[in-house]
């Protein structure tokens, strides 16, 4: 089993002044705790291990930037999580679209339409249950993954994702539904 402790203290300040030496040490020590934050984020496990050695190259490369030492493993945890996201959205953007079978152009407005409504409900959440929402119920991450990538005890990500999911709905219930009275040519063959 990989080592879990991150390296120490001592490490990380040499690091960030400069020496080689204990970057390199650095480096290396975090890479057992990297690959680990990246299986958990990735979606597959070829994207966690480009996602881990990209996040250990700006390790290597920015470590004078990292404000505390006691940080590293917040710093280093968004690396890995913007970099699985970054290769999702990229995997997203070059997948080949399903044969779907074809549909007909009411069925399509109507997906677009309520499409629109899902987007604007959720658009007027609040953005801390906004976040929670996408990352868990349009993303897919997990509940612990999204609690820690947010700083959030499972508890209170829970909470967030409910009250979201309610109010999603609420709004979704409050859109009123055309009824086909409601159409121009009926209220024109109502006339006298």
Known sequence: MADSS?????????????????ITALVSGSHPNVQRFARSLCATPEDAEDA????????????????????????MFRIVRNE????ARTMR?????????????EEVVLQRIEAGKVAAAIAALPA???RVLIMRDI???????????????TAAMKSRLHRA?????QSLRATPEPTPGDTHDDNQSRRP
């Open 93 to 105: 953007a070059h997948a080949p679209l399903p044969d779907a079978a074809v549909r007909s152009a």
């Open 52 to 75: 881990a050695q990209e996040a250990l190259i700006i390790l290597y490369r920015k470590i004078g930037m990292l404000r505390a030492s006691g940080a590293l493993t917040s710093w």
């Open 6 to 22: 991150w390296p120490g203290e001592q490490l990380i300040v040499a690091a960030q002044r400069g020496d080689a030496d204990s």
């Open 128 to 130: 801390e249950q906004r």
């Open 139 to 153: 993303q897919g991450y997990s509940g612990r993954m999204v609690a820690e990538a947010l700083g959030l005890s």
């Open 84 to 87: 699985c996201l970054r290769r």
């Open 165 to 169: 999911r309610t109010a999603v709905q």
